[in-house]
């Protein structure tokens, strides 16, 4: 993807995220039918071993996991390829994706669904966009873009990644903790931070680089093969 389809992306998704939010906000929310029908669908359908099941995937991925994880995740990555890129990558998209969603529940300030409607502990934080769908997605499909073993191995990742946060944004429906358009609006933050963040970090990395230890610079080979793959 080119630098002005990746920019263009980036700001459609994060001003459709903008203006759900500011809708959200004034009491206009256009998916508000949605929103309900779908609490009130996950509430007619919940059962002991899913409720176990969604609680457990709600635990794993809470935001202080994810965080922790994205930071295990890029370290490993740093000590494999011996240079910055791929790991940063990966940490930078988390960062971007956790910065934007704090930004919109500050500024939304969304109520969650009716605490009678909860299970567990009831969320009294902002409830738009989710933060646990945000950083998992971000994390997990960040990552997945890191696989270069060849297409089969990168398009399974992704889908993998894809599946994953997908069963963590309906463990947070289940769980009465989110609304629908609250998971919606956080798939679509973490796309723009998969999308936006590679361009953000490599501008850092390459303004970093002149005063970096020489074995963590990035270079492609004579041979034409990139930084990674001469890394290994």
């Known amino acids: 993807m080119s630098l002005r389809a990746r920019a263009a992306t980036t700001l459609v998704l994060v001003a459709a995220v903008l203006g759900l939010g500011l809708a959200i906000a004034v009491h206009h929310d256009p998916a508000a039918g949605a929103d309900n029908a779908t609490l009130r669908w996950f509430l007619d359908h919940r059962t002991p071993w899913a409720t176990h099941l969604a609680t457990a995937l709600s635990t794993v991925f809470a935001p202080m996991w994810v965080a922790i994880a994205a930071v295990v995740v890029s370290v490993g990555l740093i ?8 790991g940063m990558r990966v940490l930078g998209t988390v960062a971007i994706a956790g910065a934007l969603a704090e930004v ?4 939304i300030n969304r109520l969650r669904p009716p605490t009678i409607d909860q299970i567990g502990s009831p969320e009294a934080a902002a409830s738009f966009p989710s933060g646990h769908v945000t950083g998992t997605a971000a994390l997990l499909l960040a990552a997945a873009l890191t696989v270069t073993a060849s297409r089969a191995a990168r398009t399974t990742a992704i889908t993998t990644a894809s599946l994953l946060s997908a069963a963590v944004a309906v463990s947070r429906l289940y769980l009465g903790a989110h609304w629908l358009t609250d998971v919606v609006a956080s798939i679509a933050v973490a796309v723009a931070a998969v999308i936006a963040a590679p361009v953000v970090v490599d501008a850092v990395l390459a303004a970093l680089r002149p005063h970096l230890p020489l074995r963590l610079r990035s270079m492609v080979d004579v041979g034409g093969r ?3 793959e001469a890394a290994r």
């Open 226 to 228: 990139t930084s990674v």
């Open 79 to 86: 000590r494999r390829d011996q240079i910055l890129d791929r």
């Open 104 to 107: 919109f529940k500050l500024a």
